[in-house]
C-alpha cells in the first residue's frame, strides 16, 4: 500500500548561516549606527534588540530577507510581542516552529478525509502525518492539494512508497 509522511522541517544550518548574515549586516549598516541593535539565535527562538521600534521592524526585514536568500520558508516564525528592555530598548523573540502540533494535525487530517478521495487514511505519528492510499495518483492529488491549501507551516512531503 503505497505511503507518505508530511512533516515540517526547519533547516537549523541555514537558519543559522542567515541570523549570522543578518548580525552581520546590521553592523555595517550606516542606518543601524549607535542603535545597539542585534540578533542572535538561541535554541528554539531568535532574539532581536533595538533601541526604538521602527529600528527593530528594519532589523526583522533584514534577517527575513537573509532567511529567503536562504530558501527558508517564513512560516516557521512565530514573533511575540515587542518588549520594553531597559536603556530605553525595545526586544523582540521569533520562535521557530518546527514539527506539526496536534492541533494542526486534526486540522490537516480533517481537510485531507474533506478531499474526498477514495482509500485514503491519514494517522497522526508524533509530530507528522503518515498518509496511505490504495492508489498512488490519490497520493499524489492529496500532495497537489496539501501544496494549495495554506496551513500556516511549511510542509515537506518525505518518504513516498508504492
Excluded: C
Excluded at 521602527?54 to 520558508?73: H, P, T
Aim: glycine share 6%.
Amino acid at each position: 500500500m503505497p505511503t507518505f509522511d508530511v512533516v515540517s522541517e526547519v533547516d537549523m544550518q541555514e537558519v543559522r548561516n542567515a541570523v549570522d548574515q543578518a548580525a552581520r549586516e546590521v553592523s555595517q549598516r550606516y542606518d543601524f549606527k549607535d542603535t545597539n541593535s542585534s540578533v542572535e539565535l538561541n535554541e528554539s527562538a531568535i532574539a532581536m534588540a533595538s533601541s526604538s521600534e521602527d529600528r527593530l521592524i528594519a532589523l526583522r526585514q533584514v534577517l527575513e530577507e537573509k532567511l529567503v536568500k536562504r530558501k527558508v520558508s517564513l512560516k516557521v516564525l512565530d514573533y511575540g510581542s515587542v518588549e520594553e528592555a531597559s536603556g530605553a530598548t525595545v526586544r523582540q523573540s521569533a520562535t521557530l516552529q518546527a514539527g506539526i502540533s496536534s492541533e494542526k494535525a486534526k486540522e490537516l487530517n480533517k481537510f485531507i478525509k474533506g478531499l474526498g478521495l477514495k482509500g485514503i487514511q491519514s494517522s497522526t505519528q508524533g509530530d507528522q502525518l503518515r498518509v496511505q492510499g490504495k492508489k498512488r495518483d490519490h497520493l499524489q492529488e492529496v500532495i497537489a492539494a496539501l501544496k494549495g491549501e495554506d496551513f500556516g507551516l511549511p510542509l515537506q512531503f518525505n518518504n513516498f512508497r508504492d
